[in-house]
């Protein structure tokens, strides 16, 4: 039987707006910048970031925020010496720097730029809500000018520009359509619409990328870019950007395990899983998806939750019985595909992981017999039934040295599979 057999699949039957051939997403990482933002994280260690900048550029990532050098000495040293492993390595990933909407963070990107010798985009940002224009006692005009000053010193020196609104998700529109022809019409190339607090629904990404299409449009700018940069405060971060996508955005922001303030950024690890799935990403090599994530994880000091998709200990394990049985029967018929499908809907093979099937109060004999046979026991009557009726007693997944250690106790010792 064909794939399409095995599997119906109602996720492609129709699409809000499906890709052209013509267009291409791209993707910026802002695990070293907004991701480390957050109070439970640690900041890694500078070789730690370089390792993570790498597996960003093996992952097909386009951008990486490397840090707001702006925030001081260490910021900019760290980001100085990304930039500098980022040209001596002639790596794919472009550096960015996130900067206010002051000259002097602008300037700071501007002197690394010019002492490394690489272009570094910079985005720039600026609160746009009235909720926070209310609180900073801001207006509109001072927001005008504030932007346009920090875009010019940027183009100045012929480094790209991305004019970032904080929280648009809950800006007015007559604010946005002046902040957006002021950014463009001095020279910013992509528009960076921001669900700061995680506000936004998908009907609320339609109407906002609608409407910033059209400003652009009516600006005589629709080559300038629209990047998506979303929180997950309502749990919506990763389908608030797949729905990004399909509304018109071309460049979407996120970070390693979704760290980041509050309850964090949108997971740029779970929307590459979902976009590959979704056939987006036909050239993205994603087997190194899972070792960037346990980087991220070791070297911000954020453990990563068992049943974390992909990552998680837990993803791809199995002890009840039904569904290990189902895992065996396939592998039985010689079909990888169909084992690494039948009770998961992310092939571990396609992410360098594999279905892993344990033994706990759930499972079945053939939960046992898998186990010892993959290890080289000879799976007897007897010891079957001495391992299944321990786990039927406990109240939790046997582990391999108790399961060893209770072989050792009925003398059956390992023996090679007939």
Not at 11 to 22: C, H
Not at 213 to 233: F, Q, T, Y
Not at 237 to 264: K, M, P, Y
Not at 404 to 418: M, N, Y
Request: proline letters at 4%; aromatic letters at 6%.
């Amino acid at each position: 039987m064909t794939d399409h057999e095995l599997i119906y699949d109602w996720n492609s039957i129709e699409k809000v707006a499906p890709l052209s051939p013509r267009r291409r997403v791209q993707f910026l990482d802002e695990t070293l910048r907004d991701g480390i933002q957050s109070p439970s994280v640690v900041d890694p260690t500078i070789e730690d970031k370089l390792r993570l900048v790498e597996l960003a550029d093996d992952l097909g990532i386009d951008t990486m925020d490397i840090g707001l050098p702006g925030a001081g000495k260490r910021a900019i040293e760290d980001v100085t010496t990304i930039a500098a492993h980022i040209k001596s390595n002639r790596l794919r990933v472009k550096p960015g720097c996130a900067a206010r909407t002051h000259q002097h963070d602008v300037q700071a990107v501007i002197d690394i730029s010019q002492k490394v010798g690489i272009e570094i985009e910079i985005l720039c940002f600026i609160g746009s809500s009235p909720i926070r224009q209310y609180a900073e006692d801001w207006d509109l005009s001072r927001l005008l000018q504030l932007s346009a000053d920090a875009i010019d010193l940027g183009r100045r020196y012929n480094l790209p520009v991305s004019y970032v609104t904080e929280d648009t998700t809950r800006s007015r529109p007559e604010v946005l359509t002046r902040l957006f022809t002021n950014a463009v019409e001095h020279g910013a190339q992509r528009l960076v619409v921001c669900d700061t607090v995680g506000h936004a629904t998908p009907d609320g990404i339609r109407n906002l990328l609608k409407f910033t299409r059209n400003v652009l449009d009516g600006a005589g700018r629709p080559e300038v870019g629209i990047d998506w940069h979303g929180h997950n405060d309502r749990g919506l971060g990763v389908v608030n950007s797949i729905f990004a996508i399909e509304f018109g955005a071309d460049r979407i922001h996120g970070t390693a395990l979704g760290i980041g303030e509050r309850v964090g950024n949108a997971a740029l690890d779970q929307i590459l899983l979902n976009l590959k799935l979704l056939g987006e990403l036909p050239d993205h090599d994603l087997t190194k998806l899972v070792e960037w994530t346990q980087i991220a994880s070791r070297a911000t000091h954020v453990p990563i939750h068992a049943q974390y998709p992909l990552a998680g200990t837990d993803a791809f394990r199995t002890a009840t019985g039904v569904h290990a049985a189902a895992i065996i029967k396939a592998e039985k018929k010689g079909d990888a595909w169909l084992a690494d499908r039948i009770y998961s809907g992310v092939p571990a093979g396609m992410f360098g992981k594999e279905q892993s099937i344990e033994i706990g109060h759930y499972s079945g004999e053939s939960n046992v017999i898998y186990w010892l046979k993959k290890r080289g026991y000879e799976p007897t009557r007897e010891l079957v039934a001495a391992v299944l009726g321990a786990a039927k007693a406990g109240n939790h997944v046997l582990a391999d040295d108790e399961i060893v250690a209770l072989i050792d106790r009925t003398g059956e010792g390992p023996r090679p599979a007939g």
